[in-house]
């Protein structure tokens, strides 16, 4: 995940939820991605610490635990640089070119000058932060497929040159774990995002987020009062498929449809179920808002951790490659020498 600081729902929803659940089941290492922050924002660093800092409270306030994952800053691990450095002699740059979000994200995002070495390499460094865990799988939604299939042919493409001390080949092919990732809408009916200023924060008191559903966009259909609405076509209905129990979204669906019920009761339902959802992460927030020293140090540790298994790779990858740092085999000139 991108150093964006403090997240929303749609990061919750989208990613931080389905991590949760999977610490229980896999050995999982995540990332705070400050590098990949770069590649877009490279122009003005002065936040991007802080802004690591609130996305690591962030994870622990939803329920990721040091004690079942390893959680790390990706810059706090240089063998991620060395790894992309290597693949970056071996990637041909005609499929990076041909990555859908490279054109897509230099084409909308026009305040910033994109046309960078780093922003056409960042799938490379993506392979690297992969393949330097030999990953098995990685959690993606359906739009992340193309990425991975690129560190798949990266680690062939490096397996077909390169090979381990018994002739094996180093680096696995990992796999997508496809993430289901419900529409979220943001206050304006948009996909929620910081760039749209259309988010509730996580860590977004009770009576902004009440504010801020008041605000919310719904079934444009739903004009006056009593004229009868859809929640399908409605962002507070997506909130409350994601959020309300299922007798709330029975409510929803027979008061909308016949305007039994008006918008802002339905959104304050809808504020009741994000705030229930929010409560138990915005109380585990507050010990690390009180003590974020305490974060930090969850993060050095998963630093070191991380930097340990990395460089367990890169010995393996610096033998196959002729980089090892050991003195050189004699073999080329003993040969010479007997001749
Ligand atoms: S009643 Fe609820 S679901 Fe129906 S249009 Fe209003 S806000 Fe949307």
Known sequence: MRSTGKLHLGNYVGALANWVKLQQTHDCYFFIADWHALTTDYADTSQIKQ???DVMIDWLAAGLDPQRCTM??????PQHAELHLLFSMITPLGWLERVPTYKEQQQNIKDKDLNTYG??????????DILIYKGDFVPVGEDQVAHIELTREIARRFNGFYKGS??????????????????LP??????????????ILISDPESVIRQ?????????ARVRRNDPGNPDVCPVGDLHKIFSSSETVEKVYAGCRSAGIGCIECKGWAADSIVGTLAPMQERRKKYENDPRAAWDIIEAGNAKARKEAEITMLEV????????????RRSGADSAKR
């Open 119 to 128: 922003f056409l390499g960042y799938p490379v460094l993506q392979a690297a």
């Open 212 to 220: 801020k559903l008041k605000t919310m966009v719904t079934d444009p």
């Open 318 to 329: 610096r033998e196959a490659t002729g980089l090892s740092h050991d003195f050189p085999a």
């Open 186 to 199: 943001g206050t304006d009916g948009r996909k929620m995002s910081k760039s749209y200023d259309n988010y």
């Open 72 to 77: 790390f800053i990706q810059s706090h691990v």
């Open 166 to 183: 018994r002739n094996q080949e180093v680096l696995p092919e990992p796999q997508p774990l496809l993430t289901p990732t419900p529409k």
């Open 51 to 53: 802004n690591t800092l």
